[in-house]
């Protein structure tokens, strides 16, 4: 990092231009700050988002993929883990003060930061209350990487307990093909005609992966 010119050093490129103006591997080196040996750190930031898929990719990893990424001793494992958290936090407080649909990308955003590159399926849900704010996002169902038994009457029991007035359903594709199955309507179909029965809403499904986020609401599935 010291051998280039200070206007191309991610750190005085920052303060002088702002963050938007530095990539996203410039962004990565200024948290892990070191290399390697034969490997600078600007190298270092852009294997590991090779590695992970990108910048979406990096917010959702788990401890495993981190640790076995060579470079990232448990120092740097725990600074990018607490800045992830602190992303998830930072959408969680956002979903939970405002209607979530004033934003549909912060909600995808937020769901594939939590689910997207896990490597087994899990099902999720965001209760919401009835103006549309976030009350509690919660694992309930998880399966092997391609099948994920869901239990509408323990979603209908959950969203009563949380009093919620309406909800969001999520699940990820490990496989990273966000194309939804018929198996994925039909779940959802079953859903919506469960918990309209005790006057709660589906807004959304939403299936998400390492890489990117689909709505069902916006593909007109509901």
């Known amino acids: ?14 303060l002088a231009m702002g963050p938007t103006a530095l990539a996203d591997a410039e962004l990565l080196a200024l948290l892990l700050r070191t290399g390697l040996q034969g490997r600078g750190v600007l190298q270092l930031a852009e294997h590991l988002l090779q590695e ?37 936090r930072g959408l969680s407080g956002q979903l939970r ?19 997207g590159a896990l490597p087994h399926e899990v099902f999720a849900v965001l209760f919401l209350d009835a103006q549309q704010r976030l009350i509690a996002c919660e694992e309930l169902f998880r399966g092997t990487l391609t099948q994920t038994s869901v239990y509408p009457r323990e979603v209908v029991k959950r969203a009563l307990a949380l009093n919620a007035a309406a909800l969001i359903l999520s699940h990820n594709h490990p496989s990273g093909v966000l194309e939804p199955s018929r198996a994925d309507e039909l779940l959802t179909q079953t859903l919506k005609s469960s918990l309209q029965l005790v006057d709660v809403r589906v ?20």
């Open 1 to 14: 990092m010291k051998d280039l010119p200070a206007a191309l050093r991610p750190r005085e490129k920052l």
């Open 52 to 88: 992970l898929g990108g910048l979406s990719g990096l917010l959702g990893a788990t401890a495993a993929q981190l640790q076995g990424i060579k470079g990232l001793g448990p120092a740097k494992q725990a600074e990018l883990m607490a800045v992830m958290e602190m992303a998830r």
């Open 97 to 115: 003060t405002q209607p979530v649909f004033s934003s549909p990308q912060r909600v995808k955003d937020y769901l594939q930061m939590r689910l």
């Open 203 to 222: 807004l959304d499904h939403v299936v998400v992966s390492a890489g990117g986020a689909l709505s069902f609401a916006e593909r007109g599935l509901l």
